[in-house]
């Protein structure tokens, strides 16, 4: 259902934006992909090369306006237009409020709400010509249900502000039949986690989750692949918590 259909997909170098932009080429999509990191977009590239016809790259910071343009722009000229986007650009380093600073406000509020804002404004325009289009935005599980073991009140204040700007979006481009949904998942096992801690510290966050285990990034992926094709047509305004059941409530 998504055969020839476009996605432009942010931070898709590593962890769930990766395993995202590969779900979208299993399923016949053109992708249009970014990161910060140029290398890890080629190795991307090189890794699908039966696929590389629908494969367009677009380095940069999602926090600068001109990025989320350059997306637009580049999937338009390539393939004509666009029919879903996946706002997944994101930092995650927790760290205790008081030790919180200025900087790295200004970094979690700059991927996650400027990022999301404007690369969604950037998009839009395309999903009104075409009375059709779908908005995945990745949020968090923490914004709902913070845990005094990981304290990140600063990159939750971002986070927050993308479960807001959901509702609001859902609600304005109705209308144009744009669906705007978000997805917060919980602990899901990729390198984010891995940079923060050893394996077997990672592991341990499984018992905090009441179905006892990590997230894998499949279980993100096929969420979003729901939502962004005609399974997800009469969604809109949500935030799915793919959690492993930890907002409802643990065995301790």
């Known amino acids: 259902m ?3 259909q476009t996605a432009v997909i942010t931070g898709a170098s ?3 934006g990766r395993a995202l ?4 080429l299993r399923k016949g999509a053109n992708i249009v992909i970014n990161s910060r ?8 590239f090189d890794e699908h090369p039966d696929h590389a016809a629908r494969i367009c790259m677009v380095p940069g910071d999602v926090g600068n306006k001109s990025t989320g343009k350059a997306l637009a722009e580049t999937a338009i000229r390539e ?6 986007l996946v706002n997944n650009a994101g930092i995650f380093v927790p760290k205790p409020f008081l030790e919180a600073t200025e900087k790295d406000l200004d970094m979690y509020l700059s991927t996650a709400v400027k990022g999301t804002f404007f690369t969604t404004q950037a998009v839009i325009p395309s999903m009104i010509r075409n009375n059709n289009g779908a908005i995945i935005n990745i949020g968090s599980m923490w914004v709902e249900h ?3 073991t990981t304290p990140c009140s ?6 927050g502000g993308v479960h807001t700007l959901t509702r609001h979006l859902a609600i304005e481009f109705a209308a144009n039949n744009i669906r705007v949904n978000t997805i917060a998942p919980a602990v899901i096992s990729t390198s984010l986690y891995d940079n923060l801690m050893p394996p077997n510290e990672l592991e341990k966050l ?3 989750h009441p179905l006892n285990r990590l997230g894998t990034t499949d279980d993100i992926t096929a969420w979003v692949l729901h939502l962004a094709s005609d399974g997800g047509r009469f969604v809109t305004g949500q935030t799915f918590f793919v959690d492993g059941g930890i907002t409802v409530g643990s065995h301790f």
């Open 21 to 24: 932009a590969s779900a979208f």
């Open 14 to 16: 590593s962890g769930i």
């Open 146 to 148: 913070p845990l005094a």
């Open 2 to 4: 998504l055969e020839n």
């Open 37 to 44: 990191s140029k290398d890890r977009l080629e190795s991307f």
């Open 154 to 159: 600063a990159s939750q204040v971002a986070k």
């Open 79 to 84: 393939f004509r237009n666009i029919d879903v």
């Open 206 to 208: 499984a018992a905090l």
